[in-house]
């Protein structure tokens, strides 16, 4: 694993990206191409891939100032295909789930020891 560089992936989710998302962000599917070229290319040169996605409850206190988005199991909360890393870790934030993928890519060759390990003064991208 390269330990220079860390791919941090924020909710690349189907709600923010995608026309027929809940909070859709105006043009962001043009970007999907660049994102499945990082990932892959983060997945190839074995670069840790941080994503977090945003998670609501129905009763959420986000939803008096953003319309209702990323509801927890909805298909508009899952990340789109060309992010999507597998397995799945989740980390509890403020008493929520908050779920996460820590992943060094799509390569099913993976061994769990080579994940989510601390790198020392990475640089982002
Ligand atoms: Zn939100």
Redesign the pocket.
């Known amino acids: 694993m390269n330990r220079n560089l860390i791919f941090w992936d924020v909710d690349t989710q189907v709600d923010f990206i995608l026309p027929e998302g809940k909070l859709y962000v105006l043009g962001a599917e043009t970007i999907i191409p660049t994102l499945a070229r990082l990932t892959d290319w983060a997945a190839r040169h074995k670069v840790l891939v941080v994503a977090s996605t945003?998670a609501?409850q129905p009763d959420d206190e986000?939803f008096t100032q953003?319309r209702p988005?990323?509801l927890v199991g909805t298909p508009g909360q899952r990340k789109i295909p060309e992010t999507t890393l597998l397995p799945q870790f989740t980390i509890t934030v403020s008493g929520r789930d908050f779920p996460m993928l820590c992943d060094t890519g799509r390569s099913s060759s993976r061994s769990k020891s080579s994940m989510c390990s601390p790198t020392p003064t990475p640089r982002l991208f």
Do not use: G, K, Q
Request: proline share 0%; charged share 35%; with cysteine.
């Open positions: 945003d609501h986000e953003y988005h990323c």
